[in-house]
């Protein structure tokens, strides 16, 4: 997959904050936009041009929960686990997820539809349990509900392949 | 007339911005209907919530609205026959959740446009910032927040008066006043929704801190899982720029100032404020060792000042009305109000804001309405990982730094999550410290390796394999962690333990000891069981159970075969007539 990565695509940042002191996470973050995660080849690129060791610039990749190292599927789904939704049972929701997709936390459906990742707390504790899949939140779910929705974006997912 | 859609993050989460879009469609076929959109109210539980504006500023407040409900509502509105829509209006009964709070920090949220600058200065907005330019030195200032008796929102409770002036008194030209909104605390959302409904009440709040400590610049450090925020934010800070409250020679006093956004990656750690300055910095958000504090060698080593977002919301209301009014409220050390964000098994869950002094029952009863589903109280947790959670007996505990403290519990940033009889304690501090393992940086190793070790004997005892001495053992690493611990992470991260072993022994003992979950959570030590009585054998469970676990005939009572039992609770979930029970 290295061929495909295109470094231009994130000259403009570079040109915007690679002298500009203390923003790595900045471009981290810009990064992680433009591709989707944060290739290997990418973080070499960045520490070449920010003349930042790649060990550092891993340290920070691997300390914060936004980046990853990894590519996502095409829907990644955002659990919430914040308190609210622990009592409001989301290890149910969560256990529904991991039994629908064969995916825990951290892996991605084979088919590369589906990335599951728990996080911290989405803030809409009122809607507990919660789930957000590429920005859109789902509240108040329950495992019937978790199964509908996977099925619909899944149908979508076909029906979109099918029209390509 | 005017139709004002509520348009926070959990609103559109419920559906706000479909409302709204329908609205869209639906006034180019009316005339003279404005439609607008506002903040968050607090009232979640409601979302998505519509109000309507008279000729003559009347409100009628419209709840839990659809987008097929928009057609009537604009034909109401159009037809001034606003009694059509009954179904809809807000019960007497929810509209209490607002009339008993107290509202300084969330005073706009709800009522203006968040993203239209026009509306925050028809409320008095930047009237504060010229008062303070135009008429008060910094020390005026600074004494006005100290007669306020302001104290830190984000969970310490620290003096502001006492960190601004520090900052001020601090050598050096070269000054920095960061805004915390990490939220980090899972189960709060209170800066959330100052910054995405009053975003121009926090830039004034930071304005006025800036001038105290002679800062030239100001940064806000936002959660990057709160884009919506991030959003309102910069066209807040584009819009004051534009209108000369930021930049260059502010309101021509002499002063300048800018502002600017750093979005977090996620990090808990990063709500420390040493911690937040290394990762402003580009770096891993590991503490530093204090001293040094910020007021004295801060971001990039110069002095700075952070404090968090509603404390920071408070400042401009202070300023105008005066630093004695705030300090009227409240009690003799903890003065003005609190915001809290309700939520768990609570019926009315949202955003409060009340005088501090006000008890844990009035909140949690009179405001919140109680324990949904006609369950029973078992417990309320504050201040997240670095709190505790407060037992039933301790509900007439006034809410106060020192009250709150003596229970083990912290006010914390004002996450109060209310728990039922259906949670388990052992459960809930397995929880907690799931997360602060997670999120522990790794720096020392009291916090590193003593909030696994904790982690591992509350996953072993929930799992029925819990051990005699086991509760001392945990007990004496509760204290361990907290003494050896670098930072504030470290420090608070036994409380979620130590309360639940303080208030709920005897959940403790009844895993380690009898291997039983009083609460029926832990489904290691549970067992499903039908009740013969109730069942009328509509084979219902039996279809679901996806080990085949269940049988009996139709309309005859089912049995559970308990080997075969996995423990899933898909019976209990699908049964109509609660003949499923845990034992």
């Known amino acids: 997959m290295a061929e495909n990565i295109d470094l231009t695509l994130l000259d403009k940042t570079l040109e915007d904050y690679a002298s500009v002191k203390g923003s790595l996470i900045t471009v981290l973050q810009h990064a992680q936009d433009i ?3 944060l290739p290997e080849e990418i973080i070499k690129h960045i520490s070449d041009k920010m003349s930042i060791p790649v060990a550092k610039i891993m340290g920070v990749a691997t300390f914060y929960t936004q980046f990853r190292l990894k590519p996502v599927g095409k829907y990644l789904i955002m659990l919430c686990k914040g308190t609210a939704c622990h009592v409001n049972n989301s290890d149910l929701i969560e256990k529904t997820i991991n039994e629908t997709l064969g995916i825990s936390d951290g892996e991605t459906t084979e088919d590369g539809l589906f990335s599951l990742k728990n996080v911290a707390c989405l803030g809409c504790c009122s809607l507990s349990p919660v789930m957000m899949i590429n920005g859109e939140t789902y509240g108040s779910l329950t495992p019937d509900k978790v199964i509908g929705i996977l099925n619909t974006l899944r149908q979508n997912a076909l029906e979109e392949g099918n029209e390509q | 007339m005017k139709i004002v859609v509520g348009e926070g993050s959990c609103g559109i989460a419920a559906g706000a911005a479909k409302v709204y879009s329908a609205f869209e469609k639906l006034t180019e076929k009316y005339d003279g209907i404005d439609l607008g959109f506002t903040g968050c109210n607090g009232m979640c539980f409601l979302e998505p919530i519509v109000d309507i504006y008279d000729d ?5 407040r419209l709840v839990k609205v659809s987008e097929n409900d ?6 109401a509105v159009s037809e001034n026959s606003l009694e059509d829509l009954e179904a809809l209006k807000i019960s007497k009964e929810d509209e209490e959740f607002l009339n008993k709070q107290t509202r300084i920090a969330l005073r706009h ?9 026009d509306e925050y200065l028809a409320c008095d907005g930047y009237k504060a910032v010229e008062k303070v330019l135009k008429t008060m030195t910094a020390q005026q200032v600074i004494e006005e927040i100290k007669v306020s008796g302001l104290a830190g929102r984000g969970g310490a409770g620290f003096p502001t008066w006492f960190k601004w002036n520090a900052a001020r008194n601090s050598e050096g030209s070269e000054k920095y006043l960061i805004c915390n909104a990490d939220e980090g605390d899972p189960g709060a959302f209170m800066d959330r929704a100052v910054i995405e409904s009053d975003p121009h009440s926090l830039i004034e709040g930071m304005l006025i801190g800036a001038y105290a400590i002679g800062a030239g610049e100001m940064v806000v450090y936002v959660r990057a899982e709160y884009p919506l925020a991030v959003k309102r934010l910069e066209k807040a800070i584009k819009q004051a720029e534009e209108r000369g409250f930021l930049g260059e020679n502010i309101l021509s006093s002499g002063f300048s100032c800018k502002m600017r956004i750093k979005a977090g990656a996620g990090a808990f750690v990063c709500g420390e404020e040493t911690a937040l ?14 001293p040094p504090f910020p007021a004295q060698e801060g971001y990039w080593h110069k002095p700075s000042n952070i404090n968090n977002v509603e404390t920071y919301a408070n400042v401009a209301w202070i300023i105008l009305n005066g630093g004695e009014k705030f300090a009227q409220m409240g009690t003799e050390n903890s003065k003005g109000t609190k915001v809290f964000a309700l939520t768990g098994k609570i019926k009315r869950g949202g955003l409060v804001e009340i005088p501090m002094g006000m008890t844990l029952r009035e909140v949690i009863f ?8 006609s369950k029973k109280f078992k417990a309320v947790q504050m201040g997240g990982p670095s709190g505790g959670c407060i037992p039933e007996s301790l509900l007439d505990t006034v809410i106060d730094y020192k009250a709150l403290a003596q229970t083990g519990a912290i006010m914390g940033s004002g996450g109060m999550v209310v728990m039922d009889e259906s949670t388990c304690m052992v459960g809930m501090a397995k929880f907690f410290l799931d997360f602060t393992t997670k999120e522990s940086c790794g720096k020392c190793v009291h916090c590193r390796l003593g909030t696994k070790r904790m982690y591992e004997m509350l996953t072993r005892i929930v799992e029925g ?3 005699p001495g086991d509760i001392e053992l945990l007990e004496e690493l509760c204290y361990s962690v907290k003494d050896g611990a670098l930072c504030g992470l470290g420090q608070t991260a036994p409380n979620p333990v130590l309360t639940t072993l303080k208030y709920f022994r005897d959940e403790y003992e009844a895993h380690i000891n009898n291997k039983k979950c009083p609460a029926g959570e832990c489904s290691a030590l549970i067992k499903y069981v039908i009740d013969s009585s109730k069942c009328v054998g509509c084979t219902k469970c039996a279809k ?7 049988s009996g005939k139709v309309k005859q009572p089912h049995a559970i075969d308990a080997d075969k039992c996995i423990k899933c609770g898909k019976c209990r979930g699908n049964c109509n007539f609660s003949a499923v029970e845990v034992r």
């Open chain 1, 35 to 37: 591709y989707g995660y």
């Open chain 2, 56 to 60: 003559n500023g009347d409100l009628t």
């Open chain 2, 70 to 75: 928009c057609e009537a509502i604009i034909k």
């Open chain 2, 109 to 117: 949220c709800g009522l203006i446009n968040p993203e239209d600058i």
């Open chain 2, 277 to 290: 300055i290394e990762s402003l910095e580009g770096n891993r958000g590991m503490p530093r060792l204090k």
């Open chain 2, 366 to 373: 009179d405001i919140g309405g109680g324990i949904r589903d």
């Open chain 2, 465 to 467: 394999n819990g051990r």
């Open chain 2, 544 to 550: 679901n159970c996806p080990v085949n676990a269940i």
